[in-house]
């Protein structure tokens, strides 16, 4: 059960925001974010784990709601080294099943 | 720099040959995963070790074979390569399965079977 990411595609200037969101059908346990550059390997963000806690990087934040079994991943005053394409992992202590991913192009 | 190595880093495959892809990390962690991407299929799991000793099948894991040689080594193995095996493949690691402080990724490989 792969999560639905949205948008899959947004392009943004300089300072601009951007909210990526991330949806499964199941319950969640822990929900991961991941960044990757043209050509190379994905980089872990930040993880979001049941019960709140949240763990990772420190100018970029995200949620997660259990009910709404939904993550979302906030942006703020974005930078030209942000474009990348973002994925969401979900595990419920089980390998990470990815979604499709969203291509983010910041321009100046 | 610790981390995920993966060897080869570019590999062309003739239709029907065999080839193993290395993967070896020095962060002693105790989950191992190979995914491969495709385009926008993102990324899907085709074999992982949740601890030395242990494998176990992913999504995607027809036409691929796995050892976990010893903590640090997991490789991938294709037997006989299909033009459908095209792909990048990554290794990654984690402290276990749920991952709490996150996957590290290899660089990738990049194969191509023609």
């Known amino acids: 059960q792969q999560p639905v990411q949205s948008p899959q595609a947004v392009i943004l200037r300089e300072g601009e925001d951007a909210v990526i969101n991330c949806s499964s059908s199941?319950?969640?346990?822990?929900v991961h974010w991941y960044r990757q550059k043209h050509g190379e390997a994905p980089v872990f963000l930040m993880i979001l784990l049941k019960g709140g806690e949240q763990k990772g990087h420190e100018k970029i934040s995200a949620s997660f709601n259990e009910k709404k079994q939904q993550s979302s991943l906030y942006l703020t005053a974005s930078q030209l080294s942000y474009s990348g394409t973002y994925f969401c992992g979900l595990s419920g202590n089980t390998p990470l099943v990815f979604g499709k991913g969203t291509r983010l192009s910041v321009i100046a | 720099n610790a981390g995920v190595t993966q060897t080869p880093k570019f590999q062309v495959l003739k239709t029907g040959q065999s080839m193993t892809l290395q993967c070896a990390q020095d962060?002693?962690?105790?989950?191992m995963y190979w995914y491969r991407q495709d385009p926008g299929m993102g990324l899907r799991l085709i074999y992982y070790s949740a601890s030395e000793g242990t494998t176990d099948k992913g999504e995607v894991p027809n036409g691929y074979n796995v050892s976990r040689l010893n903590k640090r080594e997991f490789s991938l193995r294709l037997e006989s390569a299909a033009p459908s095996q095209t792909s990048v493949y990554f290794c990654?690691?984690?402290?276990?399965?749920?991952?709490?402080?996150?996957?590290?990724f290899g660089s990738g490989t990049r194969l191509t079977v023609v």
């Open positions: 990654a690691s984690s402290d276990q399965t749920g991952g709490s402080y996150g996957y590290t």
């Open positions: 962060m002693n962690h105790n989950s």
């Open positions: 199941k319950a969640l346990y822990s």
